[in-house]
C-alpha cells in the first residue's frame, strides 16, 4: 500500500497571506491527524477528522482549520499568516476508532510538508 | 492528563554499543505508548507500539521497549547500535481519551553514533 502523501513538500509564503495543505491518507484509513512540528515547541496536535467530522481540535488558533472529504483526504488551511507558523506540519493516518483489531488505531505518518513564512 | 518525559535530548553512542532511549509517561487512563523515529528531512515513522498485550515488545530494526507500569517507564533499546541509526526518535502516549484519538509527544531524543 501507497503510504501517506502531503503536497507540496516545501512551501514560502510571506505574512498575512494564506495557504492551504493536502494530505492523502493511506487507502482504506478514515482517519486524518495533524500535527505542528517546531523546535521551540516540539510536535503539536492540531485536530482530527473522521468521516469528514471533526473530532478533536488541539490548541491553536482559530486562523487554523482543516476539512476532510468523502474520500478521507484531508486539507489544512491556516490564513493570516504568521511568522511563528513556520514549522513542519505532519499528517497522520488510521483506520478510525475501533476498527483496528488491537484498539490503537495506531497513527502513520507522511513526509510532512515545510512552510517558510517571511 | 496525559504527558510524556524523555530524559535525554541527545544521546551519544559507539556503534555495536547498547542504545538506551528513556521515556516515562503519565496517564489517568491505561495507556498506548509508542516510539517514532525522524530521519533528517522526513516524516515520523512507527518503530514499535505497546498495546497491553505483552510488556515486551519487539520493533523494527532491531529495536524493543519494555513496558513499566510501577516505574510509568517505556524504555527503548537496541542491543548494538549501527550507524543508520542516527536520528531523532520520540515517544508518544494515546489514552484515546473520550474516544479521541490524539498523540501526546516528548521533547524528542537525538541519536549519534560514532564510529
Known amino acids: 500500500k501507497a503510504g501517506v502523501t502531503q503536497t507540496p513538500r516545501y512551501l514560502i509564503k510571506t505574512r498575512g497571506q494564506q495557504v492551504t495543505l493536502s494530505c492523502s491518507p493511506i487507502s482504506g484509513h478514515r482517519s486524518v491527524s495533524w500535527y505542528q512540528q517546531t523546535p521551540g515547541q516540539g510536535l503539536q496536535f492540531l485536530f482530527e477528522y473522521f468521516s469528514e467530522t471533526q473530532r478533536n481540535k488541539g490548541n491553536f488558533p482559530g486562523r487554523f482549520s482543516g476539512r476532510q472529504f468523502s474520500n478521507s483526504r484531508s486539507e489544512m488551511n491556516v490564513s493570516t499568516l504568521e511568522l511563528g507558523d513556520s514549522a513542519l506540519y505532519l499528517c497522520?493516518?488510521?483506520?478510525?476508532?475501533?476498527?483496528?483489531?488491537?484498539?490503537?488505531?495506531?497513527?502513520?505518518f507522511g513526509p510532512g510538508t515545510r512552510l517558510t513564512v517571511l | 492528563a496525559q504527558s510524556v518525559t524523555q530524559l535525554g535530548s541527545h544521546v551519544s553512542v559507539s556503534e555495536g554499543a547498547l542504545v538506551l532511549l528513556r521515556c516515562n509517561y503519565s496517564?489517568?487512563?491505561?495507556?498506548?505508548l509508542f516510539w517514532y523515529v525522524q530521519y533528517p528531512n522526513q516524516g515520523l515513522q512507527l518503530l514499535l507500539k505497546?498495546?497491553?498485550?505483552?510488556?515486551l515488545v519487539k520493533g523494527i530494526n532491531g529495536f524493543e521497549a519494555e513496558f513499566k507500569k510501577s516505574e510509568t517507564s517505556f524504555h527503548l533499546t537496541k542491543p548494538s547500535a549501527h550507524m543508520s541509526d542516527a536520528a531523532e526518535y520520540f515517544c508518544?502516549?494515546?489514552?484515546?481519551?473520550?474516544?479521541?484519538?490524539?498523540?501526546?509527544f516528548g521533547a524528542g531524543t537525538r541519536l549519534a553514533v560514532h564510529p
Open positions: 496517564s489517568s487512563v491505561p495507556p498506548y
Open positions: 508518544a502516549v494515546s489514552g484515546l481519551l473520550g474516544g479521541y484519538n490524539k498523540l501526546i
Open positions: 497522520a493516518s488510521s483506520l478510525g476508532p475501533g476498527l483496528a483489531g488491537d484498539s490503537t488505531d495506531t497513527q502513520y
Open positions: 505497546y498495546t497491553s498485550a505483552a510488556t
